[in-house]
């Protein structure tokens, strides 16, 4: 990953502006999670807002709940995800071996401040709050190469892991060795739900779209047309159709999380009459 993006990613992990009703999820049912030590980011006794990672994690355990996981382990599980990656210093660690490493390096600034860093311990006790495993997979899904990620939970023992990528071949190990019940959780339409609520309020450039996807954004959510119609000049993608009828920021939200759009393509702009558009993305 270029060290532009994981700047930019970086600052995905930190911005916190997103609340539970934005989510549509009950204060009521959020406090009870809360006082379980469920949501261990948010203070007992405040309306606290959440990035982009912990926004996820309220969907995640709104959905365990749903399927009739209980609240101890839905205590058990949060402590394995926050808790302890945070006791064990994964931040420290994921922080050293940027610093060691032999490929693809940091420039001689940025390391430089990595190792202020860790010698600052107020800031390592709150990175380490917001840099684990978990937060990783997020970030592998909106970086660059839109990577899949997911949650691997099993029941019966408490147990997780985090699948960066495809989830057919370890399910199928489950199966053929272990033959353990196994949720599994694909992040990217729980995702989409967050970002479609940032699409409709951040105003300007969203750090983690390219430039081409900020400006389709832009098209679509602020300049409010009545259809659109993207497509790509030498591509399998299926065009993406936008109507006023649809949800049109989960809609575009679902289109770029799982899609990675070509580089260096350019987009071409036509705009027709009865404030229709069509976009077409011209590659290289």
């Known amino acids: 990953m270029k060290q532009n993006n994981i700047k930019h990613l970086g600052q995905i992990i930190s911005e916190k502006y997103i609340l539970p009703k934005h989510l549509n999820i009950s204060s009521r049912q959020v406090n009870y999670w809360k006082n379980k030590s469920i949501l ?25 709940s749903s399927i009739g996981i209980d ?18 210093k994964y931040a420290d660690k ?50 660059s190469d839109k990577t899949p990620s997911s949650l691997l939970y099993f ?15 370890p399910l199928k190990l489950n199966n053929l060795l272990h033959q353990e019940t196994a949720i599994s ?12 609520f940032d699409f409709e309020t951040t105003k300007g450039d969203l750090s983690y779209l ?3 996807e900020n400006q389709i954004r832009d098209i679509v959510i602020f300049k409010r047309p009545k259809y659109i119609e993207l497509v790509m000049d030498n591509s399998k993608l299926k065009p993406l159709i936008i109507t006023e009828q649809h949800k049109r920021a989960s809609q575009l939200a679902d289109f770029f999380l799982c ?12 705009v027709r009459s009865q404030d229709n558009y069509k976009l077409t993305l011209i590659t290289k």
């Open 40 to 64: 261990p980011f948010l203070e007992k006794d405040k309306h606290g807002k959440m990035d982009i990672p912990q926004a996820v994690w309220l969907f995640v355990i709104n959905e365990l």
């Open 185 to 196: 959780i694909p992040f990217l339409k729980l995702l989409a739900k967050v970002v479609s």
């Open 71 to 88: 609240s101890n382990r839905l205590s058990k599980l949060s402590y394995d995800v926050w808790g302890k990656p945070k006791q064990e």
């Open 155 to 169: 029941p019966n023992t408490c147990k997780h892991t985090f699948m960066v990528g495809d989830l057919n071949t």
């Open 94 to 143: 994921t922080i050293q071996y940027h610093i060691s490493k032999k490929t693809n390096r940091l420039d001689d600034i940025s390391i430089i401040q990595l190792k202020e860093n860790l010698k600052d311990e107020l800031l390592m006790e709150a990175l380490r709050m917001e840099i684990n495993p978990f937060t990783d997979a997020i970030k592998a899904s909106l970086s």
């Open 210 to 212: 390219t430039q081409i």
């Open 259 to 270: 899609n990675k759009l070509p580089k260096n393509s350019k987009l071409l702009i036509e």
